[in-house]
């Protein structure tokens, strides 16, 4: 089945950096990449996704980019704030199933104001 | 818009007791259904998923149950509680024809 590794585990940075999170996924059957972002105490949000017929994706200060021959897949914040600080999830969908995710260990990212 | 629903918000229950969370969505018809538990500090387990009433997988053994009743319910259960039952769960739904998965606010459950 599906396994998706992310990197790093917790990542801080300073108010107007950027942060790269990065993910690996196993199976070349994959064919979306989401990225959630959760807040403390909250259900995770959908902020970006990408398919795997497109590289790259931007939504203002956020974007994602896809490798398919390498799999792997990156989130990108740039002018980070601190109400980006959040725990950021990867996921791939599984193909060994229905419509079923499969999600990384996430990644705590605190931006210092 | 579809919105989705979870109750209660919190729980602390004593090992050995029932339980039973709900999940409803709004404003989308025939969804796929998701139940997840996160571990303090930890990724998302996938429970159970339902495609249609009445239609359960389980994803990993335990003690927990899940029903479907309706198009846009969704119940998780269990008959005596375990310690290693507190946790965070969420409940998520999916379009058939999409893979973006939209969670719910959770329930965070604690077992004394």
């Known amino acids: 089945g599906e396994n998706v590794e992310q990197h790093p585990s917790t990542l801080s940075v300073q108010e107007g950096d950027s942060a790269v999170i990065k993910c690996t996924y196993s199976?070349?059957?994959?064919?979306?990449f989401p990225w959630y972002k959760q807040e403390l105490g909250k259900g995770p949000q959908l902020i970006i996704d990408?398919?795997?017929?497109?590289g790259e994706k931007k939504d203002q200060r956020i974007a994602v980019t896809l490798n398919k021959t390498a799999k792997h897949f990156s989130l990108h914040i740039t002018e980070t704030q601190p109400e980006d600080s959040a725990v950021y999830f990867c996921?791939?969908?599984?193909?060994?199933?229905?419509?079923?995710?499969?999600f990384g260990t996430g990644t705590r990212l605190l931006v210092s104001p | 818009s579809q919105t989705i629903h979870q109750w209660p918000a919190t729980l602390v229950q004593p090992v050995g007791s029932p339980l039973s969370l709900e999940c409803t969505v709004e404003?989308?018809?025939?969804?796929?259904l998701y139940w997840y538990r996160q571990a303090a500090g930890r990724g998302l387990q996938l429970l159970f998923y339902?495609?249609?009433?009445?239609?359960i997988s389980s994803e990993v053994p335990q003690n927990l149950s899940a029903s479907r009743p309706q198009d846009r319910q969704f119940i998780l259960s269990s008959k005596k509680l375990l310690l290693s039952d507190s946790g965070f769960y969420l409940c998520?739904?999916?379009?058939?024809?999409?893979?973006?998965?939209?969670f719910g606010p959770g329930t965070r459950l604690t077992v004394t």
């Open positions: 199976d070349s059957a994959s064919n979306y």
């Open positions: 996921a791939a969908t599984s193909v060994s199933g229905f419509q079923k995710l499969v």
């Open positions: 998520a739904w999916m379009t058939g024809d999409s893979y973006e998965q939209y």
């Open positions: 339902s495609v249609g009433i009445g239609q």
């Open positions: 990408i398919r795997s017929n497109v």
């Open positions: 404003g989308t018809s025939n969804p796929n």
